[in-house]
T-cell receptor, first 110, second 116 residues
Framework: QKEVEQNSGPLSVPEGAIASLNCTYS??????FFWYRQYSGKSPELIMS????GDKEDGRFTAQLNKASQYVSLLIRDSQPSDSATYLC??????????FGTGTRLAVRP | GAVVSQHPSWVICKSGTSVKIECRSL??????MFWYRQFPKQSLMLMAT?????????EQGVEKDKFLINHASLTLSTLTVTSAHPEDSSFYIC????????????FGPGTRLTVL
């Protein structure tokens, strides 16, 4: 069974700090990796996608992928209270479906 | 770009009635649409995958006769919850894949269903 694992948290960081969110996956043939943010009571919104090993930066967000170790991470620089949400890691192995992790709850303290 | 809408955003209905939820991709053609359900403090649960013009593929344990999915066009999919019961109360979210980055799923805002 394809699995995506995330620490449920909460991960608490002070405002301005770097938040580091991690995700591991079990299916070695996974090809596409996504980070979504979900505020309480809302639907997920896409933050970033990553397909190749290494880092991908978009503003304050950096996604990191290491296929050999089967992990993907998301760094949030200069964390803001508005970043407080649940962050979902999603992996596409083959076919249409995404496999989601259970999410990591991030709390940014003012 | 890549905007997905859902209607209604919330609905309250009586037990035994049917409820239809619409999902539209507003600025791209969605080759595939997905329907998820999320209970409080739980992760997303995929219910079914639908492609335009063909029958939906349901996940194990999801009753296809209870949750009717119609994907009539490249921009519209509907989910009908038939004979709704209180245990069907949940947050239903659709997503659509297509557009410039065909690998990515974009989510609608969700529909909160409460069955009395």
């Amino acid at each position: 069974q394809k699995e995506v694992e995330q620490n449920s948290g909460p991960l608490s960081v002070p405002e301005g700090a770097i938040a580091s969110l991690n995700c591991t996956y079990s299916d070695r043939v996974s090809q596409s990796f996504f980070w979504y943010r979900q505020y309480s009571g809302k639907s997920p919104e896409l933050i970033m996608s990553i397909y190749s090993n290494g880092d991908k930066e978009d503003g304050r967000f950096t996604a990191q992928l290491n296929k050999a170790s089967q992990y993907v991470s998301l760094l949030i620089r200069d964390s803001q209270p508005s970043d407080s949400a649940t962050y979902l890691c999603a992996v596409r192995s083959s076919g249409d479906k995404l496999t989601f992790g259970t999410g990591t709850r991030l709390a940014v303290r003012p | 770009g890549a905007v997905v809408s859902q209607h209604p955003s919330w609905v309250i209905c009586k037990s035994g009635t049917s409820v239809k939820i619409e999902c539209r991709s507003l600025d791209f053609q969605a080759t595939t649409m997905f329907w998820y359900r999320q209970f409080p403090k739980q992760s997303l649960m995929l219910m079914a995958t639908s492609n335009e013009g063909s029958k939906a593929t349901y996940e194990q344990g999801v009753e296809k006769d209870k949750f009717l999915i119609n994907h009539a066009s490249l921009t519209l999919s509907t989910l009908t919850v038939t004979s709704a019961h209180p245990e069907d109360s949940s947050f239903y979210i659709c997503s659509a894949r297509g557009g410039a980055i065909t690998d990515t799923q974009y989510f609608g805002p969700g529909t909160r269903l409460t069955v009395l």
